[in-house]
Nanobody, 124 residues
Framework: QVQLVESGGGLVQAGGSLRLSCATSGRTFSNYAMAWFRQAPGKEREFVSGISWNGRSTYYADSVKGRFTISRDNAKNTVYLQMNSLKPEDTAVYYC?????????????????WGQGTQVTVSS
């Protein structure tokens, strides 16, 4: 049974930073791509960032490019999202997700496994 557990969310002022973590278990972590999505109140869940199975390819939504960095530690079965220069519009519940593929797919419908989400709130 694949399990994903996010942590690291919280309340931060605009311009601040947070680091999200997603610990996984239940299968060979290093074989699969990982991604972060987010969902703000009243909005659809959207792709934020993704990383390939070996960490060599990363992808970002235009809205977070240059501010967020995704990384993974295959020895710890964990993926991270470093978020800098946070803006109020980054406020959302952040989810990590994975599927049955090694390269990143941005379509959330393709993802089979999801964490419970962690709240990020950025105050102005």
């Amino acid at each position: 049974q694949v399990q994903l557990v996010e942590s690291g969310g919280g309340l931060v002022q605009a311009g601040g930073s947070l680091r999200l973590s997603c610990a996984t278990s239940g299968r060979t972590f290093s074989n699969y791509a990982m991604a972060w999505f987010r969902q703000a109140p009243g909005k659809e869940r959207e792709f934020v960032s993704g990383i390939s199975w070996n960490g060599r390819s990363t992808y970002y939504a235009d809205s977070v490019k240059g501010r967020f960095t995704i990384s993974r530690d295959n020895a710890k079965n964990t993926v991270y999202l470093q978020m800098n220069s946070l803006k109020p519009e980054d406020t959302a519940v952040y989810y990590c997700a994975t599927g049955k593929f090694g390269n990143v797919i941005m379509n959330l419908q393709e993802y089979d496994y999801w964490g419970q989400g962690t709240q990020v709130t950025v105050s102005s």
